[in-house]
T-cell receptor
């Protein structure tokens, strides 16, 4: 019940295209869903996050879409650039319970943006 | 603001030795978290600490692993009698409050030979 399932495992997108990464969760107590970007040799960096009271959040070229009834959320990267090539992790936690300390991560998507 | 500082960046230990990983949180952050990342996998929660207190250690292996966050100095993750399966990247994160605004360090890559 604590799992977050992420797909695809890897993704190749042409420059200017849209990258879409999907995640699904089971624990209905989860109420905070961040996305992290990780470059090789670096720690994950918070990219964008959403709470379930909204269905979409946009920050620049990055958009999270959230479907509470389906327990799914996705990251869309518009106008993908070679500099976006990295590994992306979705995560979830329950802020309003005693488990707010821990993030449950997906297994990651390795994105490669080609010229 | 220097961010979350972890050292060493790389650590090689022989089987049976002890590994000590250090984490200095961001200035003003009193919440520290440790995560482990195995190759080609996501991060797995290990332990959550505040100054002088372990709040949640539900992700820590029952044996050989321990963590502390003393009143003064960095947080320490200690792995005794390391085995090859302990080889991984260990990330520390800090936040100003519980669960919010995580900032990760660049990690310590432990290799057990």
């Amino acid at each position: 019940q604590q799992q977050v399932k992420q797909s695809p495992q890897s993704l190749i997108v042409q420059k200017g295209g849209i990258s879409i990464i999907n995640c699904a969760y089971e624990n209905t107590a989860f109420d905070y869903f961040p996305w992290y970007q990780q470059f090789p040799g670096k720690g994950p960096a918070l990219l964008i996050a959403i709470r379930p009271d909204v269905s979409e959040k946009k920050e620049g070229r990055f958009t999270i879409s959230f479907n509470k009834s389906a327990k799914q959320f996705s990251l869309h990267i518009m106008d993908s650039q070679p500099g976006d090539s990295a590994t992306y992790f979705c995560a979830a936690t329950a802020l309003n319970t005693g488990t707010a300390s821990k993030l449950t991560f997906g297994t990651g998507t390795r994105l490669q943006v080609t010229l | 603001n220097a961010g979350v500082m972890q050292n060493p960046r790389h650590l090689v230990r022989r089987r049976g030795q002890e590994a000590r990983l250090r984490c200095s949180p961001m200035k003003g952050h009193s919440h520290v978290y440790w995560y482990r990342q195995l190759p080609e996998e996501g991060l797995k929660f290990m332990v959550y600490l505040q100054k002088e207190n372990i709040i949640d250690e539900s992700g820590m292996p029952k044996e050989r692993f321990s963590a502390e966050f003393p009143k003064e100095g960095p947080s320490i993750l200690r792995i005794q009698q390391v085995v090859r399966g302990d080889s991984a990247a260990y990330f520390c994160a800090s936040s100003p409050g519980q669960g919010l605004g995580y900032t990760f360090g660049s990690g310590t890559r432990l290799t057990v030979v």
